[in-house]
């Protein structure tokens, strides 16, 4: 028997659980504007947070581990790959999502320029792509076409939108005066 329980135990630190992953954890997650007290299991990822206990399925995931930014929210001021950081160790920052990026409006201007430039096909990458070009406008309100490359380099659209959202960008940092925050 003490050869089965070995056999668990090694599995389940194969499977990166263990025990006491299971446990759950007291934690308040401030996103978009409000406040969340809610328990997590530790091993829980922002991402799963926001999609499962939270409701919030604009923030997609699609390869988990860092490497498509599908999953961008905003972490206070920065963009952060949601899947990659652990909802407890998001302390008191400030998290935005795609659902909380418009404010009032019914839709954010990226989000405008994104439709008129036709950067949408299947649309799983949209919500991510949306997130870092406002990020980049609120930071930098007349980007140029190096600063969205760089700003969008870490996103990855198999459909190839690419040119389409380079356009939809630069079209709105050319906008007189407009509000991109
Ligand atoms: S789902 Fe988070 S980076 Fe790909
Ligand atoms: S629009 Fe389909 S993956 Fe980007």
């Known amino acids: 028997m003490a050869g ?3 056999d668990r135990k090694n599995r389940e630190r194969a499977d990166g659980d263990s025990p006491h992953s299971h ?3 007291s934690i308040v997650l401030h996103v978009n504007g409000q406040a969340h007290p809610l328990p997590v299991e530790p091993r829980m990822t922002l991402a799963e947070v926001l999609r499962g206990p939270l409701g919030l399925k ?4 699609a390869c988990d581990r860092g490497a498509c ?10 963009v952060v790959a949601s899947c990659s ?3 407890v160790e998001v302390g008191d920052r400030p998290v935005t ?4 990026l418009t404010g009032d409006r019914s839709l954010h201007p990226v989000q405008e320029a994104f439709i008129a430039h036709d950067a949408v096909q299947c649309g799983f990458c949209t919500p991510g792509l949306v997130m870092s070009c406002a990020r980049l406008l609120a ?7 190096t600063d969205i490359r760089t700003a969008i380099s870490g996103h990855l659209c ?3 939108t690419y040119p389409h959202v380079l356009r939809a960008i630069l079209a709105l940092g050319k906008t007189e005066g407009s509000q991109h925050e």
């Open 139 to 145: 930071d930098n309100p007349h980007p140029d076409e």
């Open 97 to 100: 999502t795609i659902e909380g």
């Open 69 to 78: 930014s599908a999953c961008t929210v905003w972490l206070e001021n920065e």
């Open 58 to 61: 604009g923030t997609k995931v």
């Open 158 to 160: 198999r459909c190839g």
């Open 85 to 87: 950081i652990l909802a």
């Open 4 to 6: 089965l329980d070995e």
């Open 23 to 25: 446990e759950m954890v």
